[in-house]
Structures are given as structure tokens and as C-alpha cells.
């Protein structure tokens, strides 16, 4: 049974950074392509940033040079390291894995940590 489960969301002032952590259970992160999406009160849910299986990253242009997406192979988690937080980037940070070709979606998904960054 796949698992992902975040941790280290927060409150933090504009300016500030987090890191959030994605663990993985009953799936390697090494073997998978794997994303951060975020989802603000009254707005549709949004990809941050992607890291695929070849290698490649995409991270949205809203977040571009302050985000930070990576994977841990050792410890089989997925990172988001986010520097220059804005309020525009409060919302509930979801990982997902498993990018599938017929869906055009990912298969699993995390329950989600909320980011908060006061003005």
C-alpha cells in the first residue's frame, strides 16, 4: 500500500523559508516521477514543481528561483526547500508520485501540510 505523507509546513512571515518533506512507503521515489502542487481557500489546485524520472525539473514560473524540488533516495523522501516566501504562497502543499501516461495524472497523493506566510 502506497503512502505519502507530508510534514513541515508552518507559519512563517514574508521573506522566510520552509521546508517541506514528503515521506514514501510502499513505493521508491527513485523509480518514480514525482510532484508538488498546492491548493489556496477558493483557488484550483496548482503544480509547484515537478521532478521526473529522467531527471528533468519544471518548477512553475510563480515559484521559479526561490522553490526547490528535490528527492532523497537514501531516506525515500521528496523535498520542496521554499526561500522568499510570499502571502500568495499560503495554501496546502500535496505530493504526488506516479505520473501516469493514460490518465494524464498522478495515481497517488499525499494528505497534504498547510504553509502559511503573513505579510
Known amino acids: 500500500q502506497v503512502q505519502l505523507v507530508e510534514s513541515g509546513g508552518g507559519s512563517v512571515q514574508a521573506g522566510g523559508s520552509l521546508r517541506v518533506s514528503c515521506a514514501a512507503s510502499g513505493l521508491s521515489v527513485s523509480q518514480y516521477s514525482m510532484a508538488w502542487f498546492r491548493q489556496a481557500p477558493g483557488k484550483e489546485r496548482e503544480v509547484v514543481a515537478q521532478?521526473?524520472?529522467?531527471?528533468?525539473?519544471i518548477v512553475a514560473d510563480s515559484v521559479k528561483g526561490r522553490f526547490t524540488i528535490s528527492k532523497d533516495n537514501a531516506k525515500n523522501t521528496l523535498t520542496l526547500q521554499m526561500n522568499g516566501l510570499k502571502p500568495d504562497d499560503t495554501a496546502m502543499y500535496y505530493c504526488?508520485?506516479?505520473?501516469?501516461?493514460?490518465?494524464?495524472?498522478?495515481?497517488?497523493w499525499g494528505q497534504g501540510t498547510q504553509v502559511t506566510v503573513s505579510s
Open positions: 504526488a508520485a506516479g505520473w501516469s501516461l493514460r490518465t494524464k495524472k498522478y495515481n497517488y
Open positions: 521532478i521526473y524520472l529522467s531527471g528533468t525539473i
